[in-house]
Nanobody, 120 residues
Framework: VQLVESGGGLVQPGGSLRLSCAASGSILSPSTMGWHRQAPGKQRELVAV???????NYADSVKGRFTISRDNAKNTVYLQMDSLKPEDTAVYYCNALIPTETPGLKYNYWGQGTLVTVSS
């Protein structure tokens, strides 16, 4: 199973970026998918999550600015980031909770991370 992220980069404050993360391999459709981030010197924190049914949850710091979505047919999760601030600078990681053939057993997979830098 592989999670491949893309879309990071350098953006000015107030700008936008869209991150993508595609899960591949011989997998069942992921249940919950999400984005986390880790800024230099800080712990990794949850940014947003989305269930297979489309229910979402966001960190207070990004509510109203970030939007998480997914394409179940493509096993892909997106993070639209608007009104970016310097404090959003971090490595962003996607994760996916993927069921197995064993009922009730799921594994949590992580992407390699993509750097988002918000700076003028």
């Amino acid at each position: 199973v592989q999670l491949v992220e893309s879309g990071g980069g350098l953006v000015q404050p107030g700008g936008s970026l869209r991150l993508s993360c595609a899960a591949s391999g011989s997998i069942l459709s992921p249940s919950t998918m999400g984005w986390h981030r880790q800024a230099p010197g800080k712990q990794r924190e949850l940014v947003a999550v989305i269930t297979s049914g489309g229910s979402t949850n966001y960190a207070d710091s990004v509510k109203g600015r970030f939007t998480i979505s997914r394409d179940n047919a493509k096993n892909t999760v997106y993070l639209q980031m608007d009104s970016l601030k310097p404090e959003d600078t971090a490595v962003y990681y996607c994760n996916a909770l993927i069921p197995t053939e064993t009922p009730g057993l799921k594994y949590n997979y992580w992407g390699q991370g993509t750097l988002v830098t918000v700076s003028s």
